[in-house]
């Protein structure tokens, strides 16, 4: 499996944090796609980070209560999950009152990935979504009797601020955030924020 790499440099003389997050695809799903913040790390003047990952994908949930920018999405639980195999998972509450996945099979449109919300979900207390590489990438809020179907379209995208990961993103409201592409055998890119606190990746 292709590993991908991002090395992020601080040349600037700000501190906070560079932030790796993917834009949702246009969905016809009900309710609001949010993108995660799905990798942070703090990153001091003079200093870097790398991220890793490669393109595998997961099923996550979180008791996240409302779902909104500037709350923050902490998997309570990551399932393996393949567009074209293991693409389908339900969530349901348990005798005890517990959120989990169940029933992981691959009943779901081949190329997408579903979450079926059971009729015993609580509404406003959890939030489903994908992931990739083991953290999330985009959620929404979960409701009884509602089907997610998320359709893969990675992209990357990086800005500093003060984030970390699992950060509810307002995609609306991230400036200065660069677009970072792979392709062929393209796999490691560097960002650099400069001293005119602009990103550039080469």
């Known amino acids: ?78 399932l393996p999950a393949d567009p074209d195999g293991q693409n389908m998972v339900q969530l349901t509450v348990d005798d005890y009152g517990a959120s989990r996945f169940a029933n992981p099979g691959s009943g779901g449109s081949v190329g997408s990935l579903t979450i079926q919300q059971l009729s015993n979900v609580v509404p406003n207390r959890t939030s489903v ?37 699992g950060d509810v993103m307002d995609i609306e409201d991230v400036a200065g955030a660069v677009e970072v592409t792979y392709g062929g055998s393209l796999t490691t890119r560097t960002a650099v924020m400069g001293l005119d606190n602009l990103i550039t990746v080469s």
């Open 1 to 78: 499996m292709t590993q991908y790499s991002l090395t992020c440099v601080n040349s600037s003389q700000l501190s906070g944090s560079f932030a790796v997050f993917q834009k949702p695809p246009p969905s016809t799903m009900p309710g609001n796609v949010f993108s995660l913040a799905w990798f942070a790390r703090p990153t001091a003047p003079g200093t870097q980070v790398t991220f890793q990952w490669s393109v595998d994908y997961s099923f996550v949930w979180s008791e996240t209560g409302i779902l909104k920018p500037g709350i923050n999405f902490s998997a309570s639980q990551v």
């Open 129 to 165: 979504g994908v992931g990739m590489s083991g953290s999330g990438t985009f959620a929404i809020q979960a409701a009884p009797n509602m089907t997610a179907v998320f359709t893969p379209h990675p992209n990357y995208w990086v800005l500093f601020g003060n984030y970390t990961t």
